[in-house]
């Protein structure tokens, strides 16, 4: 699966608003929390630590809500279409050069 960095302010805070039949990941560095307004679909959000190792992940989100992690050290999310992530497991490690799902 392809996976977009999001590098900008307004990269991060458009996401993937507005998007319909996403095929494709959104990697939002340095982040502990997101929101699913004016978005078309459900997606599952990943928590990962520097390393890309799963710290938690909340399947099938709903538009609309607000997702907040609360840890204490830098973490990265991952935004994936809904229900793509049920072969993620919390302590996986993920590369995200070549992340199947």
Same mark, same amino acid.
Request: glycine content about 2%.
């Given at each position: +699966?392809?996976?977009? *960095?999001?590098?900008?302010?307004? !990269?991060?805070?458009? /996401? &993937? +608003?507005?998007?319909?039949?996403? !095929?494709? /990941? #959104? ?7 997101? @929101?699913?307004?004016? +978005? ?5 959000? =990943?928590? $990962? !630590?520097?390393?890309?190792?799963? #710290? ?10 607000? =997702?907040?992690?609360? @840890? ?7 935004? $994936? ?6 072969? #993620?497991? *919390?302590?996986?490690?993920?590369? &995200?050069?070549?992340?199947? &799902?």
């Amino acid at each position: +699966m392809k996976i977009v *960095i999001a590098t900008s302010f307004k !990269d991060k805070l458009i /996401g &993937l +608003m507005n998007k319909k039949n996403i !095929d494709y /990941g #959104l990697l939002i560095k340095n982040c502990k929390s997101i @929101h699913t307004f004016f +978005m078309l679909e459900n997606i599952d959000v =990943i928590l $990962l !630590d520097k390393n890309n190792k799963i #710290l938690k992940i909340k399947r099938n989100v709903k538009p609309n809500k607000i =997702i907040f992690f609360n @840890h204490k050290k830098r973490t990265n999310i991952l935004e $994936l279409p809904s229900n793509s992530s049920f072969n #993620l497991n *919390i302590n996986d490690i993920l590369d &995200l050069n070549n992340l199947k &799902l």
